[in-house]
């Protein structure tokens, strides 16, 4: 199982936290754990290892199920998941690596920014790919369609129930026969459109 997916930067930062497990201890102790864990390692060695003082922190059964933290570390990002024992290291890292690919799909070679500013959208990837701490999807097509239908659907939706909205052409918006209250005050002061 996955217990928890985490994104830092270089200083530490969280920029995504998504935790599939009670937690015994405060999340910024957690977190402040784990990432002196991933950063004090040297560039040279594997990027999967044990944290058997993990298992009491992410409230574990303590039926001596391990604790392992699967990183990769991109630009100035890392991608860190929190796993158990059942899980293997290496589909771990490529579930990373799939998980990076859509994100570079949906903002085009993304960025810590595109992390803060759209942050709605990265956690509807990570649903995409990840429910309950099992893995859904791995095919980054196929997930890249599913936050578009996503995204599709809410801007539908926004502008159904947003009778200023412009576009669109559903129940509740303005089409042709309906104008912008500026344009409205536009045609009555210029007198065009006057009947």
Not at 80 to 96: K, T, Y
Not at 158 to 187: D, F, K, M, Q, V
Request: charged share 20%; glycine share 10%; proline share 4%.
């Amino acid at each position: 199982m996955i217990h928890s997916v985490l994104i830092f930067n270089n200083a530490g930062l969280p920029r995504l936290t998504k935790f599939y497990s009670p937690l015994q201890v405060s999340t910024q102790q957690l977190l402040r754990k784990i990432f002196s864990l991933v950063c004090s390692r040297p560039t040279g060695l594997c990027n999967f290892l044990d944290a058997p003082d993990l298992t009491e922190l992410l409230g574990s059964k303590g039926d001596g199920e391990e604790v392992r933290v699967v990183y990769r570390n991109y630009a100035t990002l890392y991608f860190v998941f929190v796993v158990d024992g059942a899980e293997s290291e290496l589909g771990i890292l490529d579930l990373i690596q799939v998980f990076v690919e859509s994100l570079d799909k949906a903002f085009e070679n993304v960025c810590e920014l595109d992390l803060v500013f759209h942050f709605d959208e990265v956690h509807h990837i990570l649903t995409e790919v990840i429910q309950g701490g099992l893995v859904l999807e791995t095919n980054v097509e196929e997930i890249a369609s599913a936050v578009q239908d996503k995204t599709r659907a809410r801007k539908a939706s926004y502008a159904a129930a947003n009778p200023l909205s412009l576009g669109g052409g559903g129940p509740g918006s303005r089409g042709p026969t309906l104008n912008t209250p500026i344009g409205w005050l536009t045609e009555r002061i210029t007198g065009v459109g006057a009947r």
